[in-house]
């Protein structure tokens, strides 16, 4: 076992576990998924899929984590097992090690970008080169090829893995406690900056078509019709799940650290309201008001219609900032500046699971346990760069950062409530706590968040093309069910793939890469399973 | 903006804002109580007499 490592200060850990959870998503992904989905009205099933899902799922994690620490474990194999003594539960926990360590490899490349991104900014290379050109050349993209070798982009991936290891290396207090006492005050500062500048714009001001507040009213403008839509209650579910990083097993990893007595219940709730400020507030304001304000309400619908932000934040945003003269330059290196801090106090959480994995189980010294870390996240992420346009990275999204999650948070609430059983599990949770946890989450963690993740996991699983209702309609005419292309069953199946095949003109295809990046992260995951037996072996046959 | 969008931006905004701020308050608040240094040295706080019923004692308090 390694020595017992505890937080140095409660708000490190508060802002530590509050920079786990705000990510790229807070910025990018929350506004168009509002604007895309009942606008202001989206926000009644975001709150309510908070408060039944999203807390429970943040007090339960926070449980498991500080009782598996007791017996000096910090990733989610060990912190299941000492749930039950069923001896599948620490199978149920590699789950917990294989969304970390591969949701790392993609993420650590999109870090690498918005840092690549600041440079460029106070470099001046977007008044000389459009983003929309730029980026396609520094991913390495080319017309018809399914793979990419971006020389620029490798380094700054290898940069960013790099940093990231050093940080992991320096430990909990002098690392990640230490960046997210920096990341998160400087990242509420840069969006605030941003926030304001962007607001106050007004019709006139040089290249400003629109009103920044006609972006504003498109996100907040509630059309309560929505309401009743399952795909507006799925999606405010979904967005819920990712923004609060649960279901990773990086928020188990860090409540291990905890004291016994230490309070969860407080922190908890703490470090997700403080997710929750970030995302609805600052996230809420930036990117889609300043970009209507330039571009004009249509062409912002267009681009956020897919409830993705991504295209705006990468591609659009750089050009908009040449518009703020002096300030231009260090407008993009903010922007892109808060994205990374966001990206890198996400991506710590992820590498430090994997880290403490080696430390515990295999009693793998802490440089040697970061130093296989990062060389698994470079030949992890290699494939999502030099795979890129072939999809290879869509579909570490997907299994890894989508499914996944949704598949293990559902294991754990029921593992929690079901198998540790909630008198232990309340007792665990209100142990020293600074708050008063309502007595009806009691049966919240037992009976209904279990049901919320299981629709967001149907939904996932049977997502039609098209609305519900005309899916089920065409269901019981007799048409069949039209699967959506980017639901599990679809992506399984190939809907929409009318001409799927591996190679085209003896040149391998997209379709290629992504059956080959699936059995990759098969062979990941049966790998992980694999280094988990051999640990608990290897304890049993040392245990006297 | 439109008033629906008003009315849903300041609500949401006083909500999240609010329990944000309780929350993290009261982190903070916790935090500096349990960070505050106790008065003395190390050596006098070990010296001194512990719990309330000893010290009173000491001083000819009757129990």
Redesign the interface.
């Known amino acids: 076992m390694s020595q017992p490592a505890h937080w140095g ?3 490190g850990l ?1 802002l530590a576990m509050a920079g786990n959870a705000v990510g790229l998503g807070n910025f990018l992904r929350f506004p168009a998924q509002a604007a895309a989905n009942g ?3 989206f ?1 009644i099933p975001y ?1 309510v899929s908070f408060v039944l899902m999203g807390l429970p799922l943040l007090w339960v994690e926070w449980a498991i984590g500080r009782h598996g620490g007791q017996y000096g474990h910090h990733s989610t194999p060990g912190l299941l097992d000492r749930l039950g003594r069923q001896w599948w539960l620490k199978y149920v926990g590699v789950l917990g090690l294989f969304t970390n360590l591969t949701v790392a490899a993609y993420y650590c490349y999109i870090e690498s970008w918005t840092l690549a991104y600041v440079w460029h900014s106070l470099t001046g290379t977007f008044r000389e080169h459009a983003p929309t050109e730029f980026f396609p050349a520094y991913l390495g993209i080319t017309e018809g090829s399914v793979v990419a070798w971006p020389a620029q982009a490798v380094f700054w991936f290898v940069f960013t893995v790099a940093l990231n290891a050093w940080l992991l290396s320096r430990g909990l207090e002098r690392g990640i406690e230490l960046a997210a006492k920096i990341g998160m005050p400087l990242l509420l500062a840069f969006a605030a900056l941003l926030a304001v500048r962007g607001l106050l714009l007004e019709p006139g001001d040089p290249g400003v078509v629109e009103s920044p ?2 972006g ?2 498109f996100v ?3 059309r309560l019709s929505g309401l009743a839509s399952p795909t507006t209650w799925l999606a405010a579910a979904g967005q819920i799940f990712f923004t609060l990083s649960v279901g990773m097993g990086s928020i188990h990893c860090y409540a291990a650290y905890l004291r016994r007595n230490q ?1 969860i219940a ?2 908890a ?2 470090a997700g ?2 997710n ?2 970030v995302e ?2 600052l996230g809420g304001s930036l990117l889609i008001p300043i970009a209507t304000a330039y571009l004009g309400l249509q062409a912002v619908q267009a681009a956020t219609a897919g409830g993705s932000g991504f295209e705006l934040g990468f591609l659009t945003l750089p050009t908009l900032f040449a518009n703020w003269g002096a300030f231009a330059p260090v407008a993009g290196a903010l922007w892109f500046g808060l994205l990374f801090f966001a990206g890198i106090t996400s991506s710590l959480a992820m590498g430090q699971p994997i880290v403490a994995f080696l430390e515990d189980e295999l009693e793998v010294p802490k440089r040697r346990a970061v130093a296989a870390w990062g060389g698994a996240t470079l030949a992890l992420g290699a494939v999502c760069v030099c795979l890129y346009p072939g999809g290879a990275f869509d579909e570490f999204d997907f299994w890894s950062g989508t499914v996944a999650l949704v598949v293990f948070a559902l294991g754990e609430i029921l593992i929690f409530g079901w198998i540790f059983g909630m008198d232990r599990g309340w007792v665990e949770i209100t142990r020293g706590a ?2 008063a946890v309502p007595a009806a989450f009691r049966w919240i963690i037992k009976y209904v968040t279990p049901v919320f993740i299981a629709a967001v996991l149907l939904g996932a699983l049977v997502q039609p093309a098209g609305e519900w209702s005309d899916a089920l309609g065409q269901l019981l005419r007799g048409g069949g069910w039209p699967w959506s292309p980017a639901s599990v069953a679809g992506k399984v199946l190939h809907a929409g793939d009318a001409d799927y095949r591996w190679f085209a003109d003896g040149r391998p295809t997209a379709d290629l890469v992504q059956d080959a990046t699936r059995t990759l992260l098969l062979a990941v995951f049966l790998g992980l399973g694999g280094l988990v037996r051999y640990a608990w072996r290897r304890r049993m046959q040392e245990a006297p | 903006m439109t008033r629906a969008a008003w009315i849903m931006l300041a609500t949401t905004w006083a909500v999240v804002a609010a329990m944000t701020a309780r929350t993290f308050l009261r982190v903070l608040r916790r935090s500096a109580a349990s960070e505050e240094p106790r008065p003395g040295t190390d050596a006098e706080r070990r010296d001194r007499p512990r719990g309330g019923f000893r010290g009173a004692r000491d001083r000819g308090v009757p129990r």
């Open positions: 200060s409660r708000i508060v606008g202001g009205a926000l709150l507040l006609t504003l009213n907040w403008e509630p309070d407080l922190n709730a703490s309201w403080l929750e400020f609805v507030v600074d708050l």
